[in-house]
């Protein structure tokens, strides 16, 4: 599936003589240790680039080396190292990334990045060392520094989910908060909504650690690198530059969080992004982090909570049976009702029928049939090709505000906000499975974060 462990192979065996620098391309005779050690590394990340991969994890074995590669959300093996004493990876990865590379510095954790160019692209790699019991860890996520930020039509919104952050994002003040877990794609939703709201007229400032991607017409200010100032008073002095939009890439305490509340109150609209399990969830992870109840009512517009779900390939999606028993099973230990899964809505000449009932009685009764990409050369055998979000995003309407400031617990406020349209996570996730976009397997992970 993934050809990394043959062309090691290939790489380590050859006669010395024949080596070549990855960097120069020219023969080294007699090659030096540094020479393999170079050319390892950037084979390891060109196929990394080449495999779409999103983090590449190097970890020690009490023989071995193993590399594995986080491709559409699953990690993947590619590679088993046997210890070779011409081989210095992780050492010469911490040389690109400024990283000591002593005995003692290697008991320690460090993070770090390098940008390179692969086949003919500027990538960053960001590095996170980490000291376990069988030697050192490294972890580097690999972000594309060319790639072109996506439309917010284009980041897996359905139409009615759509036109409801629509709403939200025309406010002038307010704070509009992404949540979910890491990797589950919060950056990307904010800079969509960014590139959506950008325009000569509007003055949009952020402050992010660090900036990911670049945007003409952004005032862009990496705390990172911005030692002089500490996250909060950058951020109070980001009040000072007449901003219309504030983008905070993370709220990360108590006083960070109000300071952003109370600027959304005083005419400035403030995106955000911060950990909870879901939208309406964003109220209490706000609570406890020490925000006032009337400070939330009154600033919140809106939450967003999601997560990413492996697509399936369109090359090689192929039908699939469940049986009614296990499907049933399944609905009941997520609290699903298995009617959610007819579907209702007249189809178009040429539709497909992605998802196959019985009846129009209230519960279906015979076998699934869902799909999953059965592998192929275009998707390297794994039956996916790219990552989609599963959305639910809830607009604070005064009702709402109203539920939190009389101190209403979560699930109360969820089942008014269900009164008013709000569709859960869960159910955007079974959409897009009757929509023959994810496999129903690959979304008990969503399921299961609803029950917590």
Request: hydrophobic content about 40%; overall charge neutral; aromatic content about 6%.
């Given at each position: ?221 990496d705390i990172n690198k911005k030692v002089s100032e500490d996250f909060t008073s950058a951020l109070r002095a980001t009040l000072r530059q ?211």
């Amino acid at each position: 599936m993934f050809p990394l462990q043959e062309k090691y192979n290939q790489l380590i065996l050859r006669p010395k003589e024949q080596a070549k620098s990855a960097w120069g391309g020219k023969p080294s005779t007699p090659v030096q240790e540094s020479s393999l050690t170079t050319e390892l590394v950037s084979l390891i990340l060109t196929e990394a680039v080449t495999s779409r991969a999103s983090d590449i994890h190097i970890e020690p074995n009490k023989n071995f080396i193993r590399i594995r590669f986080r491709i559409d959300g699953k990690l993947y093996n590619v590679l088993e190292m046997i210890e070779n004493n011409e081989v210095h990876l992780l050492a010469r990865i911490k040389v690109l990334a400024n990283i000591p590379t002593d005995a003692v510095s290697s008991r320690k954790s460090w993070d770090s990045r390098f940008s390179m160019m692969v086949l003919g692209q500027e990538f960053d790699f960001r590095i996170a060392t980490f000291p376990i019991l069988l030697g050192e860890k490294m972890a580097i996520r690999i972000l594309n520094k060319n790639s072109e930020l996506v439309d917010l039509k284009r980041i897996g919104l359905r139409p009615g989910p759509y036109a409801l952050l629509e709403q939200i994002i025309q406010r002038k003040s307010g704070l509009l908060v992404v949540s979910g877990p890491t990797g589950g794609g919060k950056t990307t939703t904010l800079y969509s909504i960014l590139k959506r709201l950008n325009a000569p007229t509007v003055n949009i400032v952020t402050l992010e650690n660090p900036v990911e991607y670049q945007i003409d017409g952004l005032n862009q200010c990496d705390i990172n690198k911005k030692v002089s100032e500490d996250f909060t008073s950058a951020l109070r002095a980001t009040l000072r530059q007449d901003p219309d939009i504030i983008l905070i890439g993370e709220i990360r305490d108590s006083e960070s969080a109000e300071i952003a509340l109370r600027a959304s109150i005083t005419g400035h609209f403030v995106l955000t992004s911060l950990h909870a399990n879901s939208a309406i969830g964003t109220v209490m992870r706000l609570i406890n982090m020490g925000v006032e109840r009337h400070v939330i009512a009154y600033a919140l517009a809106g939450a967003i909570c999601q997560h990413l779900v492996p697509r399936i390939c369109d090359k090689c999606r192929t039908p699939y049976t469940i049986s009614a028993d296990k499907f049933h099973a399944i609905c009941e230990q997520f609290g699903i009702s298995p009617t959610l899964f007819r579907d209702k809505s007249p189809k178009a000449e040429g539709d497909i029928h992605y998802l196959k009932v019985a009846s129009e009685n209230s519960t279906p009764s015979r076998d699934f049939t869902f799909y999953k990409g059965a592998g192929c050369d275009v998707c390297k055998g794994t039956g996916y090709l790219g990552m989609i979000g599963v959305f639910e995003i809830v607009q604070f309407t005064e009702d709402l505000r109203e539920a939190v400031l009389n101190n209403i617990s979560s699930a109360e406020v969820e089942a008014l906000a269900v009164k008013k349209g709000f569709q859960s996570m869960a159910v955007d996730a079974l959409e897009k499975v009757k929509s023959g976009v994810i496999r129903f397997d690959d979304i008990y992970s969503v399921l299961l974060e609803k029950l917590r």
